[in-house]
């Protein structure tokens, strides 16, 4: 399978701060590839390298078969980037903008309006519309379509989805799925864990380090206790209760209950008088499947271990 981009111990450092650190990796041409992650771990940094506009201090990546460094030029010809911040200009119309971006990269919109037909179409009865108007869901999909217009061969999207309302973010991503078809390889970064899993695969990033790449269920399947949610009408006392316990091993806030660990994957009757104890009645603990975001947390948990070892790589 051929690679679209190929790291090899990527680290870049902004005065003391290092911000990535040993980024190896690997994406497979017209894959949806996603880097799953917080604010701070490092991806924006990572996607200014991967687009040639910073240079990285140490390590080497080849994207589309050239050298980061020295193939900047033809690069980003064949480069289409959405950064996190809406970044067209908002005193433009809609279809002005379109235009605009066609013209920079030599084409026309009419040559490859079958390419973004799906998405501007969305958009299309606002063309007139100043782009600093629109709503959060429509300036991303004009956003996407000027970062589409030249037909590019890798798309880069960082955080799209971020801001913007549920339904947006469901049309977005079913609109990622019917750009494969179209041989367009993608890579996108986000903070929600449930995007992960529509995905090819992902890498897990925190704090500058990759902590784990792979297809997103077997992510979930690398959880590796038996995972117990706990329900009580007062949360914030029963988390702290449970992290007191002396059986506890992780407790987590997911929604409205708590996710746990026990050692020996398993607890006895005794928690129940004890969270009483503690000013928590009424609690209810039943086993729960691991998410993406368990199997996250439970790499945090061991992230001393991860930051001095090789992260769990298969491609």
Not at 25 to 52: C, M, N, Q, W, Y
Not at 238 to 265: K, Y
């Amino acid at each position: 399978m051929q690679k679209a981009i190929s790291s090899s111990g990527i680290g870049k450092r902004f005065g003391a701060t290092e911000a990535l650190k040993d980024i190896s990796f690997e994406v497979h041409e017209s894959e949806l590839f996603g880097f799953i992650g917080p604010d701070g771990a490092g991806k924006t940094t990572l996607f200014r390298i991967i687009t040639t506009l910073l240079l990285p201090d140490e390590g080497e990546m080849e994207v589309l078969g050239l050298d980061c460094r020295t193939g900047y030029k033809e690069l980003r010809k064949n480069i289409g980037y959405m950064p996190g911040r809406f970044s067209l200009y908002q005193d433009l119309s809609v279809e002005e903008n379109l235009h605009f971006y066609a013209t920079v990269f030599g084409t026309t919109v009419k040559e490859n309006y079958d390419l973004i037909s799906g998405i501007y179409a969305h958009i299309e009865p606002f063309r007139k519309r100043l782009a600093g108007r629109l709503s959060g869901g429509m300036k991303q999909k004009l956003a996407l379509s000027c970062a589409l217009i030249h037909r590019p061969r890798l798309l880069v999207l960082d955080e799209p989805t971020t801001g913007v309302d549920a339904v947006s973010r469901t049309e977005f991503w079913e609109m990622l799925g019917k750009l494969k078809a179209h041989n367009i390889t993608i890579i996108v970064s986000t903070p929600y864990m449930d995007e992960a899993m529509k995905c090819d695969r992902v890498a897990l990033i925190q704090s500058g380090r990759i902590l784990s790449v792979d297809q997103p269920l077997k992510i979930k399947e690398g959880f590796s206790r038996k995972l117990f949610s706990v329900k009580a009408p007062e949360k914030y006392k029963l988390i702290n209760a449970l992290r007191n316990h002396p059986g506890t091993v992780t407790a987590f806030a997911f929604g409205d209950s708590v996710h746990v660990t026990f050692r020996n994957d398993a607890f006895d009757e005794s928690i129940y008088p004890y969270l009483e104890t503690m000013g928590v009645s009424h609690a209810e603990i039943s086993e729960s499947e691991a998410g993406i975001e368990d199997r996250f947390l439970e790499l945090l948990e061991t992230g001393t271990k991860a930051s001095n070892a090789k992260p769990e790589i298969e491609i």
